[in-house]
């Protein structure tokens, strides 16, 4: 048999004849090759339709950087919050006064409230200064 069947034969009467002719006839998926004008009409609507999404997405990066915009503050304070629910203490910045401990060698800082805050070790310049105010306290004696 050949590939086509009643080529020449309208397509009202190929249909007839087909019937007319089959051995059985059944419903089957299958593949169809387009014709030019189906296949531009396809090319169009696709085209359409990736215009459209282009701008959807674009609307819905906005959306999303917009609620982003929105939501990163919250974060932040929540994380800060959070910190301070795990360490049970807060970080803070105000004046603190140092006082140099020169018999153990150590530098401690003290808030308003008197509280020692940090200690550190003297730096070489801090107990130099200290052996400074000893010489002029016993040169002027």
């Avoid at 007319?20 to 531009?40: A, I, P």
């Avoid at 308003?112 to 003297?122: C, F, H, Q, T």
């Amino acid at each position: 048999m050949s590939k086509d069947m009643f080529i020449k034969e309208s397509p009202e009467e190929r249909k007839q004849m087909l019937e007319d002719n089959c051995y059985n006839k059944e419903e089957m998926d299958f593949t169809r090759e387009y014709n030019s004008d189906d296949l531009e009409k396809l090319k169009h609507e696709y085209s359409q339709d990736m215009i459209f999404l282009a701008k959807k997405q674009e609307d819905l990066d906005q959306i999303k950087k917009d609620f982003k915009g929105d939501m990163d503050p919250i974060k932040l304070e929540a994380g800060t919050k959070l910190r301070g629910i795990r360490s049970r203490n807060k970080e803070v910045c105000e004046t603190v006064y140092a006082f140099d401990d020169q018999k153990n060698k150590i530098m401690e800082f003290y808030d308003l409230e008197g509280k020692m805050v940090y200690s550190r070790p003297l730096t070489q310049n801090e107990r130099q200064l200290q052996l400074k105010a000893i010489n002029n306290e016993t040169e002027t004696n």
